[in-house]
């Protein structure tokens, strides 16, 4: 999964998610497509916490966060997600 891992010089996520599918196998494909929706949208409401309820950033807290919701996910039958969690 390293090998997946954003460049210092990207500066595109979708050029970055199309790279990332490509050099990944069709097996694990769906795993990490789930997993990069499920960062996503956790960066996004962590956004809105901040906008919004004026929360601070916190990296720990987001990491909980997609942490818990990676389980509750895999718990609800995303299997390929299910195999790229410890």
Do not use: Y
Not at 29 to 42: D, H, K, M, Q
Not at 71 to 80: R, Y
Request: charged residues 25%; proline residues 3%.
């Amino acid at each position: 999964m390293s090998r997946l891992a954003l460049s210092p010089n990207s500066n595109c996520f979708q050029d970055w998610w199309r790279r990332a599918n490509k050099q990944t196998t069709k097996e694990a494909r769906r795993g990490l497509n789930s997993f990069v929706i499920l960062v996503a949208w956790e960066l996004w409401k962590q956004r809105n916490r901040c906008v919004f309820d004026a929360a601070q950033p916190q990296v720990h807290t987001l990491v909980k966060h997609i942490k818990e919701e990676a389980t509750l996910w895999a718990a609800a039958g995303a299997k390929k997600l299910a195999r790229l969690l410890p």
